[in-house]
Protein backbone atom coordinates (compact mmCIF):
# COMPACT_ATOMS: atom_id res chain seq x y z
CA UNK A 1 0.00 0.00 0.00
CA UNK A 2 1.10 3.52 -0.48
CA UNK A 3 1.34 6.06 2.22
CA UNK A 4 0.75 9.61 2.19
CA UNK A 5 0.98 11.55 4.94
CA UNK A 6 -0.27 14.88 5.18
CA UNK A 7 -0.35 18.20 6.64
CA UNK A 8 -1.91 21.80 6.67
CA UNK A 9 0.02 24.27 7.88
CA UNK A 10 -0.10 27.92 9.08
CA UNK A 11 2.02 30.18 10.37
CA UNK A 12 4.21 27.27 12.79
CA UNK A 13 7.56 28.09 12.58
CA UNK A 14 7.81 26.97 16.25
CA UNK A 15 6.55 23.40 15.68
CA UNK A 16 6.41 22.79 12.34
CA UNK A 17 10.92 21.40 12.39
CA UNK A 18 10.11 19.14 15.02
CA UNK A 19 7.18 17.91 13.67
CA UNK A 20 8.85 16.99 10.63
CA UNK A 21 11.99 15.68 11.87
CA UNK A 22 10.04 12.82 14.01
CA UNK A 23 8.08 11.97 10.27
CA UNK A 24 11.37 11.46 8.43
CA UNK A 25 12.42 9.41 11.49
CA UNK A 26 9.89 7.01 11.62
CA UNK A 27 10.78 3.42 11.37
CA UNK A 28 8.33 3.06 8.52
CA UNK A 29 8.56 5.61 6.22
CA UNK A 30 5.84 6.95 3.55
CA UNK A 31 5.86 7.14 0.32
CA UNK A 32 5.53 10.98 0.32
CA UNK A 33 4.57 14.01 3.33
CA UNK A 34 2.46 16.28 1.53
CA UNK A 35 2.10 19.63 3.66
CA UNK A 36 -0.46 22.78 2.56
CA UNK A 37 0.10 26.00 3.52
CA UNK A 38 -2.73 28.21 3.93
CA UNK A 39 -0.40 31.65 3.83
CA UNK A 40 1.88 31.72 6.44
CA UNK A 41 3.34 35.31 7.41
CA UNK A 42 6.17 33.85 9.37
CA UNK A 43 9.35 31.81 8.61
CA UNK A 44 7.26 28.52 8.15
CA UNK A 45 7.60 28.36 4.37
CA UNK A 46 11.26 29.27 4.85
CA UNK A 47 11.24 26.64 7.37
CA UNK A 48 9.88 23.71 5.28
CA UNK A 49 11.64 24.73 1.82
CA UNK A 50 14.74 23.92 3.72
CA UNK A 51 14.24 20.04 4.08
CA UNK A 52 16.45 18.03 1.33
CA UNK A 53 14.14 16.59 -1.09
CA UNK A 54 11.08 19.08 -0.68
CA UNK A 55 9.62 20.51 -3.46
CA UNK A 56 6.70 22.54 -4.91
CA UNK A 57 3.57 20.77 -5.96
CA UNK A 58 3.91 22.63 -9.53
CA UNK A 59 7.83 21.15 -9.46
CA UNK A 60 6.46 17.11 -8.73
CA UNK A 61 3.66 17.56 -11.53
CA UNK A 62 6.91 18.66 -14.02
CA UNK A 63 8.49 15.49 -13.14
CA UNK A 64 11.67 16.98 -11.89
CA UNK A 65 12.00 14.84 -9.08
CA UNK A 66 10.36 11.46 -9.46
CA UNK A 67 9.78 10.60 -5.52
CA UNK A 68 9.84 13.79 -3.66
CA UNK A 69 10.17 13.54 0.28
CA UNK A 70 7.76 16.41 0.63
CA UNK A 71 5.57 17.79 -1.69
CA UNK A 72 4.38 21.38 -0.73
CA UNK A 73 1.95 23.63 -2.12
CA UNK A 74 0.68 26.95 -0.69
CA UNK A 75 -2.91 28.08 -1.25
CA UNK A 76 -3.25 31.23 0.79
CA UNK A 77 -6.60 31.98 2.39
CA UNK A 78 -7.40 27.78 2.90
CA UNK A 79 -9.00 27.24 5.85
CA UNK A 80 -7.94 24.23 7.61
CA UNK A 81 -10.18 21.84 6.46
CA UNK A 82 -9.77 23.29 2.68
CA UNK A 83 -6.10 22.79 3.37
CA UNK A 84 -6.84 19.37 4.41
CA UNK A 85 -8.84 18.46 1.32
CA UNK A 86 -6.32 19.85 -1.05
CA UNK A 87 -3.24 17.84 0.40
CA UNK A 88 -5.04 14.33 -0.41
CA UNK A 89 -6.62 15.28 -3.62
CA UNK A 90 -2.65 16.22 -4.43
CA UNK A 91 -1.63 13.24 -2.46
CA UNK A 92 -0.67 10.01 -4.74
CA UNK A 93 -1.65 7.44 -1.47
CA UNK A 94 -4.29 5.40 -1.38
CA UNK A 95 -3.52 5.03 2.53
CA UNK A 96 -3.46 8.62 4.05
CA UNK A 97 -2.52 9.32 7.52
CA UNK A 98 -2.41 12.91 8.97
CA UNK A 99 -1.38 14.61 11.68
CA UNK A 100 -0.77 18.43 13.02
CA UNK A 101 1.93 20.95 13.27
CA UNK A 102 2.66 21.17 17.02
CA UNK A 103 2.69 17.42 17.47
CA UNK A 104 6.15 15.25 17.25
CA UNK A 105 5.10 11.85 16.19
CA UNK A 106 6.77 8.23 17.91
CA UNK A 107 9.27 6.63 15.87
CA UNK A 108 6.66 3.73 15.11
CA UNK A 109 3.68 5.86 14.93
CA UNK A 110 3.30 5.57 11.41
CA UNK A 111 4.24 1.62 11.83
CA UNK A 112 1.23 1.30 14.06
CA UNK A 113 -1.64 3.12 12.86
CA UNK A 114 -0.87 1.83 9.32
CA UNK A 115 -0.66 -1.90 10.55
CA UNK A 116 -5.05 -2.23 10.74
CA UNK A 117 -5.06 -2.02 6.52
CA UNK A 118 -3.56 -4.60 6.34
CA UNK A 119 -7.42 -6.28 7.34
CA UNK A 120 -9.35 -5.28 4.11
CA UNK A 121 -12.50 -4.25 6.13
CA UNK A 122 -11.07 -1.48 8.46
CA UNK A 123 -11.47 2.00 6.88
CA UNK A 124 -10.09 4.15 9.57
CA UNK A 125 -7.50 4.16 11.62
CA UNK A 126 -7.53 6.17 15.24
CA UNK A 127 -4.59 6.91 16.74
CA UNK A 128 -3.74 8.53 20.28
CA UNK A 129 -1.94 11.68 21.31
CA UNK A 130 0.33 12.47 24.64
CA UNK A 131 -0.62 15.44 25.86
CA UNK A 132 2.83 17.23 27.28
CA UNK A 133 3.43 20.08 29.34
CA UNK A 134 6.44 20.67 32.16
CA UNK A 135 4.32 22.51 34.50
CA UNK A 136 1.86 20.78 37.02
CA UNK A 137 -1.10 22.98 35.44
CA UNK A 138 -0.23 22.21 31.88
CA UNK A 139 -0.62 18.30 32.89
CA UNK A 140 -3.78 18.89 34.61
CA UNK A 141 -5.11 20.84 31.31
CA UNK A 142 -5.02 17.64 29.55
CA UNK A 143 -7.68 16.04 31.09
CA UNK A 144 -10.18 19.09 29.44
CA UNK A 145 -8.48 19.26 26.44
CA UNK A 146 -8.25 16.00 25.31
CA UNK A 147 -8.71 12.21 25.78
CA UNK A 148 -6.50 10.37 28.74
CA UNK A 149 -5.24 6.65 28.29
CA UNK A 150 -8.00 5.50 30.58
CA UNK A 151 -10.64 6.84 28.51
CA UNK A 152 -9.52 5.01 25.49
CA UNK A 153 -12.37 2.80 24.69
CA UNK A 154 -14.13 1.67 21.73
CA UNK A 155 -16.40 4.91 21.58
CA UNK A 156 -13.08 7.24 20.76
CA UNK A 157 -13.23 8.65 17.85
CA UNK A 158 -10.19 9.82 16.27
CA UNK A 159 -8.74 13.95 16.32
CA UNK A 160 -6.54 14.37 12.79
CA UNK A 161 -3.74 15.12 15.12
CA UNK A 162 -3.47 11.06 14.73
CA UNK A 163 -5.46 9.72 12.61
CA UNK A 164 -5.39 7.94 9.05
CA UNK A 165 -7.91 6.35 6.85
CA UNK A 166 -8.34 4.98 3.20
CA UNK A 167 -8.88 7.27 0.20
CA UNK A 168 -12.01 5.31 -0.34
CA UNK A 169 -13.06 6.15 2.99
CA UNK A 170 -12.21 10.04 2.50
CA UNK A 171 -14.59 9.96 -0.76
CA UNK A 172 -17.25 8.16 0.85
CA UNK A 173 -17.67 10.54 3.77
CA UNK A 174 -16.94 13.61 1.15
CA UNK A 175 -13.60 14.59 2.52
CA UNK A 176 -13.52 17.32 5.25
CA UNK A 177 -16.33 20.04 5.62
CA UNK A 178 -15.19 23.22 3.85
CA UNK A 179 -16.87 26.46 3.93
CA UNK A 180 -16.12 27.10 7.56
CA UNK A 181 -13.25 28.47 9.93
CA UNK A 182 -10.89 26.53 11.38
CA UNK A 183 -12.20 24.01 13.70
CA UNK A 184 -14.07 20.88 14.63
CA UNK A 185 -13.69 19.43 10.79
CA UNK A 186 -12.44 15.51 12.22
CA UNK A 187 -15.66 15.67 14.57
CA UNK A 188 -17.42 16.15 11.28
CA UNK A 189 -15.94 13.53 8.88
CA UNK A 190 -16.19 11.20 12.14
CA UNK A 191 -19.63 11.26 12.42
CA UNK A 192 -20.22 11.15 8.84
CA UNK A 193 -18.30 7.75 8.82
CA UNK A 194 -20.24 6.49 11.79
CA UNK A 195 -23.44 7.52 9.94
CA UNK A 196 -22.54 5.90 6.75
CA UNK A 197 -21.19 2.46 8.77
CA UNK A 198 -17.07 2.57 8.11
CA UNK A 199 -15.21 0.78 10.42
CA UNK A 200 -12.75 1.93 12.45
CA UNK A 201 -9.88 0.63 14.23
CA UNK A 202 -8.18 1.68 17.48
CA UNK A 203 -4.23 1.63 17.85
CA UNK A 204 -3.54 3.02 20.92
CA UNK A 205 0.59 2.45 20.25
CA UNK A 206 -0.28 5.10 17.52
CA UNK A 207 0.93 8.11 19.16
CA UNK A 208 2.01 11.33 19.04
CA UNK A 209 2.58 13.98 21.17
CA UNK A 210 0.54 17.31 21.73
CA UNK A 211 1.80 19.85 23.80
CA UNK A 212 -0.42 21.80 26.02
CA UNK A 213 -1.19 25.74 26.42
CA UNK A 214 1.55 28.14 27.76
CA UNK A 215 -0.90 29.78 29.81
CA UNK A 216 -4.31 30.13 30.97
CA UNK A 217 -5.42 32.30 28.65
CA UNK A 218 -4.65 30.28 26.18
CA UNK A 219 -5.97 27.31 27.12
CA UNK A 220 -9.66 29.52 27.69
CA UNK A 221 -9.24 30.19 23.84
CA UNK A 222 -8.61 26.76 22.66
CA UNK A 223 -11.45 25.61 24.84
CA UNK A 224 -14.17 28.29 23.25
CA UNK A 225 -12.95 27.48 19.88
CA UNK A 226 -13.68 24.06 20.65
CA UNK A 227 -16.90 25.02 22.02
CA UNK A 228 -17.97 27.28 19.34
CA UNK A 229 -17.13 25.12 16.25
CA UNK A 230 -18.78 22.50 17.94
CA UNK A 231 -22.04 24.76 17.64
CA UNK A 232 -21.77 25.53 14.25
CA UNK A 233 -21.34 22.58 12.86
CA UNK A 234 -24.91 21.74 14.68
CA UNK A 235 -23.78 18.07 15.86
CA UNK A 236 -26.00 17.06 19.03
CA UNK A 237 -26.24 13.57 18.65
CA UNK A 238 -23.14 11.95 19.21
CA UNK A 239 -23.21 8.62 16.83
CA UNK A 240 -21.85 5.92 19.22
CA UNK A 241 -22.71 7.95 22.73
CA UNK A 242 -26.73 9.53 21.75
CA UNK A 243 -26.89 12.69 23.60
CA UNK A 244 -23.37 12.69 25.34
CA UNK A 245 -22.22 15.21 22.24
CA UNK A 246 -20.16 18.07 22.71
CA UNK A 247 -23.37 20.46 22.45
CA UNK A 248 -24.98 18.62 24.95
CA UNK A 249 -22.54 18.87 27.09
CA UNK A 250 -22.13 22.79 26.97
CA UNK A 251 -26.09 23.60 26.99
CA UNK A 252 -25.83 21.62 30.66
CA UNK A 253 -22.94 23.71 31.77
CA UNK A 254 -24.52 26.80 30.82
CA UNK A 255 -27.77 25.84 32.37
CA UNK A 256 -25.34 24.87 35.69
CA UNK A 257 -24.84 28.03 35.88
CA UNK A 258 -27.88 29.79 35.20
CA UNK A 259 -29.33 27.27 37.84
CA UNK A 260 -26.46 28.17 40.21
CA UNK A 261 -26.92 31.72 39.35
CA UNK A 262 -30.49 31.78 40.15
CA UNK A 263 -30.29 29.97 43.46
CA UNK A 264 -27.45 32.58 44.49
CA UNK A 265 -30.09 35.74 43.81
CA UNK A 266 -32.90 33.69 45.32
CA UNK A 267 -30.18 32.56 48.52
CA UNK A 268 -29.07 36.44 48.94
CA UNK A 269 -32.97 37.05 49.94
CA UNK A 270 -32.71 34.13 52.89
CA UNK A 271 -29.35 35.14 54.10
CA UNK A 272 -29.43 31.72 56.46
CA UNK A 273 -29.56 29.19 53.45
CA UNK A 274 -26.21 31.27 51.93
CA UNK A 275 -24.63 28.83 53.57
CA UNK A 276 -25.87 25.53 51.89
CA UNK A 277 -25.14 27.54 48.35
CA UNK A 278 -21.02 27.95 49.38
CA UNK A 279 -21.28 24.37 50.28
CA UNK A 280 -22.59 23.55 46.75
CA UNK A 281 -19.57 25.59 45.09
CA UNK A 282 -17.24 23.32 47.84
CA UNK A 283 -18.61 20.16 46.64
CA UNK A 284 -18.45 21.27 43.31
CA UNK A 285 -14.30 22.26 43.69
CA UNK A 286 -13.82 19.38 45.51
CA UNK A 287 -15.17 17.46 42.65
CA UNK A 288 -12.56 18.95 40.14
CA UNK A 289 -9.87 18.62 42.49
CA UNK A 290 -10.42 14.99 42.79
CA UNK A 291 -10.82 14.25 38.77
CA UNK A 292 -7.01 15.31 38.37
CA UNK A 293 -5.86 13.81 41.28
CA UNK A 294 -7.29 10.32 40.21
CA UNK A 295 -5.33 10.86 36.92
CA UNK A 296 -2.28 11.62 38.30
CA UNK A 297 -2.56 10.89 41.61
CA UNK A 298 -0.95 13.75 42.35
CA UNK A 299 -1.81 17.02 44.55
CA UNK A 300 0.50 19.32 43.26
CA UNK A 301 -1.20 18.49 39.76
CA UNK A 302 -4.82 18.06 41.02
CA UNK A 303 -4.81 21.74 42.67
CA UNK A 304 -5.13 22.92 39.77
CA UNK A 305 -8.34 21.60 39.22
CA UNK A 306 -10.68 23.82 40.55
CA UNK A 307 -8.96 26.97 39.04
CA UNK A 308 -9.30 25.43 35.42
CA UNK A 309 -13.03 23.65 35.87
CA UNK A 310 -14.36 27.46 36.15
CA UNK A 311 -12.06 28.83 33.16
CA UNK A 312 -12.98 25.66 31.05
CA UNK A 313 -16.50 26.30 32.63
CA UNK A 314 -16.81 29.87 30.96
CA UNK A 315 -14.91 28.86 28.12
CA UNK A 316 -17.35 26.70 27.04
CA UNK A 317 -20.43 28.70 28.00
CA UNK A 318 -18.73 31.69 25.88
CA UNK A 319 -17.78 29.49 23.15
CA UNK A 320 -21.33 27.89 23.14
CA UNK A 321 -22.97 31.21 22.81
CA UNK A 322 -20.51 32.79 20.39
CA UNK A 323 -22.02 29.53 18.29
CA UNK A 324 -25.11 30.44 18.73
CA UNK A 325 -25.37 33.87 17.92
CA UNK A 326 -23.16 33.18 15.32
CA UNK A 327 -20.12 35.25 15.98
Known sequence: MNISICITTFNEEGSIGALLDSLLAQTKKADEIVIVDGGSTDKTVEIINHYPGCISYAESMAGRQKKPVIKFLISKGATRSEGRNLSIE??????????????????????NITEPFKEPRVDISSGFYSM????????????????????????????????????????EVGGFPE??????????????????????????????????????????QKIKAYAKWDVRYGI??????????????????????????????????????????????????????????????????????????ITCDFAVMSGFISGILGR
Not at 100 to 111: E, N, P, Q, R, V
Not at 140 to 151: C, D, E, N, Q, Y
Request: glycine letters at 6%; one cysteine or more; aromatic letters at 16%.
Open 179 to 220: GRENSAEDTDFNYKAVKFGLKYARVKSAVVEWGMPESLNDFF
Open 236 to 309: WWHPLQGLASHNIHSLLIVVRYLVSLGLFIFCLSHPPLLVYWFIGLLVYLSWAYRKIYLEFGDWRIAIWGPVLQ
Open 90 to 111: IAKGDIIATTDAGCIAHKDWLK
Open 132 to 171: TGSHPVNKAMSVFLGVTPRHFDINFLPSTRSMAFRRSAWE
